[in-house]
């Protein structure tokens, strides 16, 4: 083997794993992900009626 194709072979493989732990991350984080955005989604309609009562519309 050259040392041209090492250089490839490596960086697929890097790439792989990459990828793989990207997507096992996401698989974790997601469900908490949704609830965190429910949450703030929420907080930002209770906000938003809070000011619409304080302006009197």
Known sequence: ???DS???QR????CV???FTTIMAM???L???LMFAGAAFNA???LRKN???EIGT
């Open 44 to 46: 930002w309609v209770f």
């Open 51 to 53: 000011r619409a009562r």
């Open 11 to 14: 960086n697929l493989y890097v």
């Open 31 to 33: 469900p908490f992900l």
């Open 17 to 19: 794993f990459g990828s």
């Open 6 to 8: 090492v250089h490839w």
């Open 1 to 3: 083997m050259s040392e």
């Open 27 to 29: 698989t974790l984080l």
